[in-house]
């Protein structure tokens, strides 16, 4: 009995390709780091009874068109903005996501960034590495304390609640804004406080919304001017959610004092203002860089795909 067919449009982790090449037969074999054209995207397509594509993979009526055979999309990724849902249900092309899995490794690099940030780190490893540094001085690269601060969320779903969670550990008091009201673990607390409140409260900003009409540029040059000199605003949510322009503009003025980015307008494209600037820390979409959580993330659209292949519901189907 022949395999049904499938298409991954980038190397996965090496345990999910080796399933994937035991149950499958994968239309093309992706390349380290090869980023696939609109003509590779059509092809596979074309030929495929389930495709595994990433949240960078620009999914429209058109590309579906050519998908004559496909039954599933599985997103790898919790969003799904790259995906034309319309143009999918109209073909009854069901989708799924990878929902809950990403929820602590991204809390962590939020975390990680506003440690960076605050304490200059990338700035401290530059020195060491390029010979600036000459020995231990008493006003060297001062940062700022972390511990005892106020922490302001935007967005409290799984990842704005992880995040916050992690910050009692540091003994901050966390305000957030959110479009309901999240009750905290027994022994936590947070307040919920609207937006304009929590910008002007909050010593670190971290956001964890989702990119909609009504979220892009929710940050922009009015909100940054809300912020204190001293904030430091983190992004590991969705580039859009920040007009970067206003963000150059208020880093290089000293209307807030750092940020700290994982995501980016147009990724993979960074604002070459943000590129030239010392308190910036940029990393490159890790948010769910780790090993262990890409593996779960590969084994949920394994799930997703045998479930939909042998006539069954999806676990994680968007519709």
């Known amino acids: 009995m022949a395999l049904p067919t499938l298409y991954v449009t980038r190397l996965l982790p090496s345990p999910i390709m080796a399933t994937l090449r035991e149950r499958y037969r994968l239309v093309a074999e992706p390349a380290e780091d090869a980023i696939p054209t609109a003509e590779d995207l059509r092809a596979g397509f074309a030929e495929s009874d389930a495709v595994i594509c990433m949240l960078s993979d620009s999914i429209d009526a058109d590309l579906l068109g050519h998908a004559t055979k496909l039954k599933i999309l599985a997103n790898y990724a919790v969003g799904y903005n790259n995906i034309d849902l319309a143009a999918a249900k109209a073909r009854g092309i069901v989708v799924t996501n990878t929902p809950d899995v990403l929820t602590d490794a991204t809390a962590d690099l939020a975390?990680?960034?506003?440690?960076?940030?605050?304490?200059?780190?990338?700035?401290?490893?530059?020195?060491?590495?390029?010979?600036?540094?000459?020995?231990?001085?008493?006003?060297?690269?001062?940062?700022?304390?972390?511990?005892?601060?106020?922490?302001?969320?935007?967005?409290?779903?799984?990842?704005?609640?992880?995040?916050?969670?992690?910050?009692?550990?540091?003994?901050?008091?966390?305000?957030?804004?959110?479009?309901?009201?999240?009750?905290?673990?027994?022994?936590?607390?947070?307040?919920?406080?609207?937006?304009?409140?929590?910008?002007?409260?909050?010593?670190?900003?971290?956001?964890?919304?989702?990119?909609?009409?009504?979220?892009?540029?929710?940050?922009?040059?009015?909100?940054?001017?809300?912020?204190?000199?001293?904030?430091?605003?983190?992004?590991?949510?969705?580039?859009?959610?920040?007009?970067?322009?206003a963000l150059v503009s208020a880093l290089k003025a000293g209307t807030i004092a750092g940020a700290g980015l994982d995501v980016y307008e147009q990724e993979p494209l960074v604002h070459p203002g943000l590129v030239e600037l010392p308190n910036v820390v940029l990393l490159p979409h890790l948010g769910s860089a780790t090993l262990e959580t890409r593996i779960r993330m590969g084994r949920i659209c394994l799930d997703n795909i045998e479930a939909v292949l042998n006539g069954r519901l999806a676990p994680n189907r968007i519709f």
């Open 111 to 245: 975390w990680a960034l506003m440690m960076a940030v605050a304490r200059r780190v990338v700035e401290g490893d530059q020195w060491v590495r390029t010979g600036t540094w000459l020995g231990w001085a008493p006003t060297q690269l001062l940062g700022a304390d972390v511990t005892g601060k106020t922490l302001g969320i935007i967005g409290m779903g799984r990842i704005g609640q992880a995040v916050a969670q992690r910050a009692q550990g540091f003994r901050m008091r966390v305000l957030y804004e959110s479009r309901r009201t999240v009750a905290p673990p027994p022994g936590l607390s947070w307040e919920r406080r609207p937006l304009d409140e929590v910008l002007t409260e909050a010593d670190f900003v971290s956001l964890h919304v989702p990119l909609t009409e009504a979220t892009r540029h929710l940050i922009g040059a009015r909100e940054l001017s809300l912020m204190k000199p001293t904030a430091v605003l983190i992004n590991t949510a969705r580039g859009p959610v920040v007009d970067e322009e």
